[in-house]
């Protein structure tokens, strides 16, 4: 499979924020093909192009994995169906928790043995694949003008999913205010601020 880069780092996103992890970015996505509006402040562009990085083995990868939570992430992921079906359960063999990271336009192959699935959908449409499948969390970027009907039409899909809003990447102006005022309104939900960028991290 093609593996963009691995590294350990906190969470820094969503509910799991603070919790040590190694990261495996996978490379490929299809945004730019679907219309999602992530492309405009994407901050791993180097990711869309399905040839870039190395092919490593998911036994190559799962030696690489020196934390007990591994994040699967982009690109997207599930571009790599059938070797992310191996890679996961190489990595669950070897005793880490895996995690994936989605931006929902994809459904989950069948059989992928996770420990949490975020599904992030993106603007303008916000849409998550009906044959999605699981989802622990739905994580949305909040736009200024971003209105909670459409969290909650979102949130209504996967009743079992926690909700977590992140402002645009890049402090899109009015973004954050925005996310603050949606969650205070509605606090099951939650505020999610890319903690690894506060900190200087990767
Ligand atoms: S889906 Fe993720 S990796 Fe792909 S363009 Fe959007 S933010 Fe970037």
């Known amino acids: 499979m093609r593996v963009l880069e691995i590294f350990n780092s906190l969470q820094g996103e ?11 970015r996978l490379a490929g996505c299809n945004a730019p093909q679907v219309g999602l509006g992530c492309v405009r402040w994407c901050d791993t562009p180097g ?3 399905p040839s870039a990085g190395r092919a490593m083995s998911p036994a190559e990868i799962a030696r690489r994995v020196s934390l007990p939570r591994v994040c699967v992430t982009g690109g ?3 571009l790599q169906g059938e070797e992310l079906r191996v890679l996961v359960s190489t990595l669950r063999a070897g005793g880490a928790r895996v995690h994936l990271e989605t931006n929902g336009t994809l459904p989950l192959p069948a059989g992928l043995a996770l420990d949490w699935v975020t599904v992030s959908p993106k603007p303008p449409a916000y849409t998550v694949s009906a044959g999605i499948g699981r989802v622990d969390e739905i994580k949305v970027v909040v736009q200024k003008d971003l209105q909670a009907d459409v969290v909650q ?6 009743p079992e999913a926690l909700v977590s809003l992140q402002p645009e990447a890049g402090e899109a102006p009015g973004s954050t205010l925005q ?11 939650r505020l999610s601020l890319q903690l690894h960028k506060l900190l200087g991290l990767r």
């Open 76 to 78: 997207e992921p599930l």
């Open 153 to 158: 039409a979102l949130a209504a899909t996967h």
């Open 14 to 24: 969503g509910v799991w924020s603070g919790v040590p992890m190694t990261f495996v």
């Open 179 to 189: 996310a603050i005022e949606l969650v205070m309104a509605h606090p099951h939900w």
């Open 47 to 49: 990711s869309w192009d």
